[in-house]
């Protein structure tokens, strides 16, 4: 499997600032996604990020807010903007490697937002 | 729209005992049936996986047993051990398109 990292891996913020998120895999994969898990709750998922064109953004989810960019085949961005307590959540990256035809999913670590 | 149930929410079962875990699915597209592990602080990982062609999948402790018919699969871990405990989560997609319908999660405690 593809070894994930994301960047922080925890943050504290203030309302109506904005953070950006990194996430850095050690392989070329062949889908990127970002997904969000609200505390004690299940996951969801926000977008696929797409090499080098625009994001695909699920129901209820919104460019403006959630902009990302992926440059390459091993990096990716999620950016909340204009934090409110209700962003407060862990955002996951989720890749899919060469071998994505299997279906096999691989999650980072997270990265855990606190919106003050 | 919940198109992945689970159940239960929680689960307590003595060291060495069979854990069960249920879900069920709404779309008949779905051909992609994972289950991820999470401890806290932790990202999902993938444990075992199965698609609609088998019935039954083992993998070591833990098998899938899937049900086309009924639209639902479920989790056993036998023997269960007090490392078991974590949090699982049953998942769907359509094939290749990699986005995962995630369930509501089970907190399972293995006592010793």
């Known amino acids: 499997s593809a070894v994930i990292s994301q960047k922080p891996s925890r943050d504290i913020c203030q309302r109506g600032t904005s953070l950006t998120i990194q996430c850095q895999v050690d392989s070329q994969v062949t889908m990127m996604f970002w997904y969000r898990q609200q505390p004690g709750q299940s996951l969801t998922l926000i977008a696929t990020a797409n090499q080098g064109s625009e994001a695909t953004y699920e129901s209820g989810f919104v460019i403006d807010k959630f902009p990302i960019s992926r440059p390459n085949l091993t990096f990716s961005t999620l950016t909340v903007s204009n934090m409110s307590p209700e962003d407060s959540s862990i955002y996951l990256c989720?890749?899919?490697?060469?071998?994505?035809?299997?279906?096999?999913?691989?999650f980072g670590e997270g990265s855990r937002l606190t919106v003050l | 729209q919940q198109q992945v149930k689970q159940s239960p929410q929680s689960l307590i079962v003595q060291k060495g005992g069979i854990s069960i875990i249920n879900c069920a699915y709404e779309n008949t597209a779905f051909d992609y049936f994972p289950w991820y592990q999470q401890f806290p602080g932790k990202g999902p990982a993938l444990l075992i996986a199965?698609?609609?062609?088998?019935s039954e999948k083992k993998e070591g402790r833990f098998t899938i047993s899937f049900n086309k018919s009924a639209k639902q699969f479920s989790l056993h871990i036998m023997d269960s051990q007090p490392g078991d405990s974590a949090t699982y989560f049953c998942?769907?997609?359509?094939?290749?398109?990699?986005?995962?319908?995630f369930g509501q999660g089970t907190t399972l405690q293995v006592k010793p």
């Open positions: 998942a769907a997609s359509k094939r290749n398109t990699g986005k995962l319908i």
């Open positions: 199965i698609r609609p062609d088998v």
């Open positions: 989720s890749v899919g490697t060469g071998v994505f035809r299997s279906g096999e999913l691989f």
